[in-house]
């Protein structure tokens, strides 16, 4: 890292939200230098000593790109001038300050630092002035010694401005008392960076503050891997490990955690488990609400349901098979369905038959799933409106809920129908299901031996297992998806077989690689020359999805996004780009959002619907658009959704050329390229290789190893998840039932 001794001379570009900045300055050569980053207290005049790296912007040229910025306060009478003459403090200007240093010389930003009011021996200067000078004189040393202080121990310089905006001058007073809270409230601060800096503080390791916020860290850690709860002597185990400390001190802060509700124990199975009080009440209100619609009474419907259904194959020139018609008939008699199966077995077809029932009975029918692209092929398959989850549930902020619809507000509606449930996690069901009132059936629909959520959960499965709700399974394939082997070859699949591979003139293809760069360079090429070539009409970052199994190691994401961007979309001195921590986007990027953001604003730029909104979602894939004059990255969700991330954002997106297995559920592509390669054998397993290949509409491909093909079908174990679902589910039914 370099560092640069400069003075301000000009700013060319300030965002005060995030304090992102572009500025000219002159070193001490008197040469000048652009000078890019996060620096809120930055104002003409000012002598900085910045710590960065050189970058070429394809625009603007050579810029310094500062990580770490430090003022330096003038020491020569006529530094202190030009810098109170520069307009950095408010109320000052050329004449004021010229007067100012005239009658303090060498003392003057002592007097601005303990003694302000002895500006009023200046003529001119009255007491308003005074207070107008040393709140900005105060602010701008506020903010610089809470950036010096933080900056010390590893905080970014964007952490500091949300630490700033959050707690204003008590910044480091909150920070020394207990650097633990910003897990709490600051966003992108984990327990690790406050733990550097409570060390540094000289914070005990059996600091009560340290150990509750370290356990907490271990529980939603653990959580983040699917699981709604952890198993106590797990936790000890773990948190001794990370914590070095006593198990005493451990299970007391267990303890106190529970009294001070952070955390709730409850024995699960004769097995005391640990859960964060999200999860806990979520899983609660799940468990009360699914029995409360499964034991509900529901208006019978009159209808002769056998010849809607004949209705419907003659009009669609199709044969329901007898379990897609058992299906068919339960919607409509049952209060609560849960409808699953594999590719090909009838899933949508079944939604158009039972939505158009409903419709010729003038009920209002709801349809939703959990990702924008699933609500979409939804929308296109059913030729019925469908909407995300979040859409439908109208996203809010009153009462800390983020949702309008709830209990008090519920869905207006006859009808809901969820596809793709083996996506919904713990959180997102319970908000679902308390906007169902009593009266409105549900239809759950989703493939369960596709991957579990991505959030905490295993929803969808726990559900089934229950036998809360009357499930039908499918097994049957439609004629028309027999000729499919990507649909035959994900039965086989599930049902432990080998997949036939490389039957002529179809749709799913294996090369055989052994060497892992070999499988990459075979993949770069797939993408770029040789399948646009087979079929012009397939565009190389559009419709053709790489989804993996890993994110580190030659296969893996971030390696794979990283040659497919240079292949794909390479820099070229026309194409805007920006750098962000290790990742370059560029305009004509294909990107992912990371994490859901309620609060993010878009706005639509074409198609129907409301012409804005918030909120983007976890797994959602746009392209760069633009990168504005303001450096923002302008993202098109959709082909219709355009959102703009300042500099502040930026870390919840990532490159999407290449997508992990878990991050590609509930979306369809038309070319799916995997690598196969013998790796971890929780991460290889028969679900992971059923859900990619069940990714893709036209052409499967995969690259690699036979033997990691045969192991991962022969592989029929996952990492467990822990989840409490199913065993509440039960024992309110087995309750009931004795």
Known sequence: ???????????????????????????????????????????????????????????????????????????????????????????????????????FGDKTLEILDNDVYRLREIEGIGDKKIELIYESYSQQREIRNIMIFLQTYGVTPNQCVKIYKKYKSKAIEVVKENPYILTDTISGIGFKTADKIARSLGIEA????????????????????????????????????????????????????????????????????????????????VTRKIIT??????????????SKIKEFEKENNIEFAASQKDAIEGAITNGVEIITGGPGTGKTTIIRCITSIFEELSMKVFMAAPTGRAAKRMSEATGSE???????????????????????????????????????????????????GLGT???????????????????????????????????????????????????????????????????????????HDIILNTILSLSCERLPKYNRKWDSIR???IITPMKKGTLGVINMNNNLQQVLNPKDKFKKEIKYRDIIFRVGDKVMQNKNNYMIKWKRKGGEGEKEG????????????????????????????EVVYERLNLDELSLAYAVTIHKSQGSEFPVVIMPSFVGPPLLMNRNLLYTAITRA??????????????????????????????????????????
């Open 293 to 306: 619609l499964a034991y509900d009474k529901y208006k019978e419907i009159e209808i002769d349901i056998n």
């Open 206 to 285: 059996n600091s009560p503050f340290r150990i509750q916020s370290g356990i907490t860290y271990v529980v939603n850690e653990f959580c983040a891997m699917g699981n709604t709860y952890m198993p106590i002597e797990d936790l000890i185990r773990d948190s001794i490990k990370i914590l070095q400390v006593r198990k005493d001190d451990i299970e007391k802060a267990i303890y106190e955690c529970t009294l001070s509700q952070k955390l709730k124990v409850e024995i699960i199975n004769n097995e005391n488990c640990v859960y964060t009080m999200p999860y806990y009440y979520s899983e609660l209100g």
């Open 386 to 436: 469908a909407r995300t989850i979040h859409r439908m549930l109208e996203l809010g902020y009153e009462d800390e809920d983020f949702f309008e619809k709830t209990e008090e507000s519920i869905l207006q509606c006859d009808v809901v129908i969820i596809d793709e449930a083996s996506m919904i996690d713990i959180m997102l069901m319970h908000s679902l299901l308390k906007a169902i």
């Open 697 to 738: 509409k036209q052409l499967v491909v995969i690259v690699g190893q036979k033997k990691a093909i045969q192991f991962m079908i022969s592989n029929n174990k996952g990492f467990t998840r822990y989840s409490g679902l199913e065993w509440r589910i039960t024992e309110i039914i087995n309750g009931k039932e004795n």
């Open 543 to 545: 419709d053709i999805q």
């Open 1 to 103: 890292m370099e560092e640069l001794q400069c003075v301000v001379e000009s700013i060319v570009f300030k965002n005060e939200e995030n304090g992102y900045v572009v500025a000219v300055t002159e070193d001490e050569n008197s040469k000048k230098i652009t000078i890019t980053g996060c620096i809120p207290y930055i104002m003409e005049g000012q002598s900085l000593k910045v710590s960065g790296e050189w970058t070429v912007h394809p625009q603007f040229g050579q810029q310094f790109k500062v990580e770490k910025c430090d003022e330096v306060l003038p020491n020569s009478l006529v530094g202190i001038e030009k810098y109170l003459a520069s307009g950095v403090i408010s109320g000052i200007g050329p004449v004021t300050a010229k007067k100012i240093v005239n009658k």
């Open 441 to 515: 059936r549900l239809i759950i629909v989703g493939d369960v031996d596709q991957l579990p959520s991505v959030g905490p959960g295993n929803v969808l499965r726990d559900l089934i297992e229950s036998n809360c709700v009357k499930v039908f399974k499918l097994k049957e394939i439609f004629r028309q998806a027999k000729e499919s082997m990507i649909i035959v070859n994900a039965h086989k699949i599930n049902d432990g077989e080998m997949p036939i591979l490389n039957k002529k003139n179809n749709d799913f293809y294996f090369i055989s690689e052994e060497k």
């Open 614 to 641: 918030e909120g983007v979602f976890n797994g959602d894939i746009g392209f760069v658009s633009d990168i504005d004059e303001d450096n923002n990255l302008v993202v098109l969700f959709d082909e219709e959704r």
